[in-house]
């Protein structure tokens, strides 16, 4: 940890911060440092309480215990992003800008500069323009934000964050939507915040971005601090090696051996669509089959291509041998296979309505009798799904809304069940929900392939995946580059695919 | 926004009494009284059966909208769009009368006519919604206009009237009585019931509240979107189009002033029921007794000196106000604590 002489000289300082949300522990006695001028990677997996330090760090959460030192005096950060005035700034994943302004007006949002009452905008755009020059980005202050890439929204967030003299610039996986070389592009302006003495806190889980920018690495697992070092000490092995290390409980299911002759009920055949750059691969007749990768990596494209969301730019799917390209939703359902969002509450339950209508909505052609809706079929379908998947409320009358998010969840697998598919698609199957319902969201996975359903299984969690898989293929930036079976599941070969550090050429 | 969102649908708040369901019947009730006080001819079968036939045009076409809006869009063109089917009604009748004579054929061709401009009439505000991905408000707005002024076109700027011996034979449709109820109160009664049952009985109608509801819900539950928006519309130039046929007899003609403002009474009526306006609840029940309530408040206004007559804008404004400021999850909330 810090000697006396990081301590002198670190900007922003958090020691032995704990945090709980309720009665939830998130951080365990967590310390971390930025030296100005300095760029200071923080890894771990999702859920080892990263978002939660950098938002303690900002100021948006309050630490339950430890302190937070700012150029070696203890204070307490001001709330709702009021950090910023003290140089502090925090640049959010999903980024804030006006899409409809200018990137002037957005920069200058809150703050403009007025001469008598009038905005002064030849002085503003003055003062963007010096700043876009100042980090080397190729766009005008007038332009409006809905015109730029991703990469120029996220150089415009910086431009904002230095206007506001930032001293510490924390940003949540800046990298995780760039390509190649937009990255690239924003690296070497990270390079020039550094020259000027910025603090700069990195998330990311590219494991060859954080050797390549950063000096130090901090790295965290369930809660807690891990350890912190110099990045040129540490080789990407070493990194993973630190963020993985959990030990799986019976929360999982014993998995069935797999039958290696059951038939092929899906093969994908080299399949380009957005975000997709050809992926094949194949599903067996009663097997998990679990995508991993990084968010962004295109898992969820895959099978929105699929299941008819979105359309198919090129290649093959092949549905039980037979070509299928389902254009439609409901084409995709009446063939059997089904997409479960991760989106649960903007994609998956309508929360303004009840249970009954949210269970039936999916498969509601099959309710209907002489042209009409069949309310005593689904009060019997309700009744089932409450047995069958165990969904508990106060009433039967509640808004899906009211309910929690674990039996939210529930409904929304009970839903796409009520169709009877012989393939289930499960987008992220446990997030947000507490680890009993995890476990019996598992349990129900295991007894729906049990039953000859076939399941994929996208998760961002890595436990979770290999836990309930019998397969689990690895994707980053839109291709497959591995799949693992048997002994090969672990984290350690996952996080070494997922970072690109390896790479199978040919897989089946 | 969970919150906001759960206080729109109404909830039985009090035992088994739901004060904002039976709001509007309430409105509708006490509208009654001060009516009967004011002046007890206002309960008279005759003034009684006029206020039906009066609610009927309104009603057919706020059954229309209570589908557009419960699907989460909204059709300012049906006043303008029952104006320029009037006018072809009457010129394509007129234009038959060498043909087909002053018979009741002429007549059906009229209604065909009727049913097949108010169909287009939908799915083309349906398809440059769905297909075309304009907002429903822009695209209404604009075929509200192309419909206002095809009928003053048509009708050169002055009236178009129908042919005097076809008037004859095709009066009976406004004036005459089926079992003691005027034919539009029929018509409004059955589309009523086809309405109701439509959106509580049916798939479609599961589907359009799912999609005012939450659009990408309904996309991700293998809802065809795009398809059951476009009906929505289409419904709703269907009953554009049987009210102008209930319509035309009445004074049998039209012109560039015909049905102007019908929308907003339209809309009116369907707020005041109880739709939200954002979609995602609908009340076919509701929309009903919104269009009597407008039409009991000019009816009223006739029978008293009180007020002017002028001022029937106000009330049915004043009314609207007050309906939504009632069917507001927190006022109950407030009220019940008090």
Redesign the interface.
């Known amino acids: 940890m810090p000697d006396g002489q990081t301590i002198a000289a670190s900007v922003l300082c958090a020691e032995r911060i704990s945090k709980s949300f309720g009665t939830v522990p998130v951080l365990f006695s967590v310390s971390m440092d930025i030296k100005a001028g300095e760029v200071h990677a923080l890894i771990g997996e999702n859920g080892a309480g990263k978002s939660t330090l950098m938002k303690i760090l900002s100021g948006f959460h309050q630490p339950t215990s430890g302190r937070i030192l700012m150029d070696g005096q203890e204070m307490t950060l001001p709330p709702n992003g009021e950090t910023e005035k003290l140089g502090v700034v925090l640049i959010h994943q999903e980024l804030n800008l006006a899409e409809q302004m200018t990137v002037e007006e957005n920069v200058f949002l809150g703050r403009e500069i007025t001469n008598r009452g009038r905005l002064d905008r030849q002085q503003m755009a003055e003062v963007v323009q010096g700043y876009l020059d100042d980090i080397g980005l190729n766009i005008a202050p007038g332009d409006r934000i809905s015109d730029l890439s991703i990469a120029q929204k996220q150089m415009v967030e910086i431009v904002k964050a230095m206007s506001r003299d930032a001293r510490v610039l924390i940003m949540d996986e800046p990298t995780a939507t760039l390509t190649e070389a937009e990255t690239k592009l924003f690296f070497k302006q990270i390079a020039r915040l550094k020259e000027q003495g910025v603090a700069i806190i990195f998330v990311s889980h590219k494991l060859t971005e954080v050797k390549e920018i950063s000096d130090r690495v901090t790295v965290m697992r369930d809660g807690q601090w891990i350890a912190t070092q110099e990045a040129s000490d540490l080789t990407l092995d070493a990194m993973a090696q630190m963020m993985v290390g959990r030990e799986l409980s019976d929360l999982y299911p014993p998995i069935n051996e797999a039958d290696v002759d059951a038939d092929r009920v899906l093969e994908v055949k080299n399949l380009y669509a957005p975000d997709v750059e050809g992926v094949s691969f194949y599903l067996r007749k009663g097997e998990v089959l679990g995508f991993s990768g990084l968010i962004g990596s295109g898992r969820t494209a895959v099978f929105e291509a699929i299941c008819g ?1 979105a359309p198919i730019d090129g290649g093959e799917v092949l549905f039980d041998g037979a070509p299928a390209e389902f254009t ?3 084409k ?2 009446d063939a059997g296979v089904v ?1 479960l ?1 991760k ?1 649960r509450k ?8 009840k249970m009954r ?1 949210n269970l039936t ?2 498969a ?2 099959k ?2 009798r002489n ?3 069949d309310r005593k079929a689904e009060a019997k379908a309700m009744e089932r799904a409450v047995r069958r998947f165990d969904i508990r409320s106060r009433d039967a009358n509640i ?1 899906v ?2 309910l929690s998010g674990g039996n939210q969840q529930k409904l929304l697998l009970a ?1 796409v069940m009520e169709c009877d598919p012989r393939i289930l698609i499960i987008d992220e199957p446990t997030r947000g929900i507490d680890v009993g319902t995890k476990q019996q969201i598992y349990h129900f996975i295991a007894a729906i392939a049990a039953e000859g359903v076939s399941v994929v299984v996208i998760s961002s969690e890595m436990p979770e995946v290999i836990g309930v898989s019998h397969r689990v293929a690895v994707m980053r930036e839109g291709q497959i580059t591995g799949i693992l079976s048997g002994d090969h599941i672990n984290e350690n070969e996952i996080v070494r695919y997922a970072a690109g550090l390896k790479r199978e050429t040919n897989h089946d | 926004m ?1 919150e906001t ?2 206080t ?2 109404p909830k039985s708040r009090f035992q088994n009494f739901d004060f904002k369901t039976a709001g509007p019947a309430i409105a509708l009730i006490l509208l009654c009284i001060i009516g009967f006080l004011l002046n007890p001819a206002f309960l008279s079968e005759g003034n009684i059966t006029n206020l039906l036939t009066r609610s009927a045009f309104i009603g057919i076409i706020a059954v229309g909208a209570t589908f557009v809006i419960t699907a989460g869009g909204i059709d300012l063109s049906v006043g303008s769009m029952a104006a320029v089917i009037a006018g072809v009604m009457i010129i394509v009748m007129n234009g038959a009368v060498d043909t087909f004579g002053t018979g009741v054929t002429t007549v059906l061709i009229g209604c065909g006519c009727s049913v097949i401009l108010g169909i287009g009439a939908g799915f083309i505000n349906g398809f440059l919604t769905t297909k075309g991905k304009i907002e429903a408000f822009i695209v209404t707005l604009g075929t509200m206009g192309i419909f206002r002024s095809l009928v003053t076109y048509f009708a050169d700027g002055g009236t178009l009237s129908l042919n005097y011996d076809i008037r004859g034979v095709y009066r009976p449709v406004y004036y005459d009585s089926f079992a003691g109820l005027p034919i539009p109160v029929w018509v409004f009664i059955v589309v009523a019931i086809c309405g109701w ?1 439509l959106l509580n ?3 479609f109608g ?2 359009c ?2 999609i005012g ?2 659009e ?9 979107v795009d398809r059951i928006k476009t009906w929505t519309y289409v419904l709703q130039g269907l009953c554009v189009s049987l009210a102008t046929i209930i319509y035309v007899p009445r004074l049998g003609s039209a012109s560039s002033s015909t049905g102007v403002l019908w929308e907003l009474e339209a809309i009116a009526a369907v707020i005041i029921g109880g739709t939200v306006l954002k979609g ?2 609908g009340r076919i029940g509701g929309t009903i007794l919104g269009a009597l309530i407008l039409t009991t408040i000019g009816n009223i206004l006739n029978f008293t000196d009180m007020i002017s007559n002028y001022l029937n804008g106000t009330m049915q404004g004043l009314i609207i106000i007050v309906a939504v400021w009632l069917q507001r999850g927190d006022w109950g909330r407030k009220h019940k604590n008090n």
């Not at chain 1, 994609?347 to 309505?353: E, I, Q, S, T, W």
């Not at chain 2, 990408?216 to 065809?224: F, H, K, P, T």
């Open positions: 969301l439609s939703v409901s995709a359902r997409y969002t989106d903007g994609k998956g339950l309508l929360l303004d309505k209508e909505l999916f509601l052609p309710f209907v042209g009409s809706v808004d809304g009211d839903k | 969970t969102a759960m729109q649908t049952l009985r049916t798939a599961r589907y509240t799912a509801s939450n990408s819900v309904a996309r991700y539950s293998a809802i065809q995602g609840y």
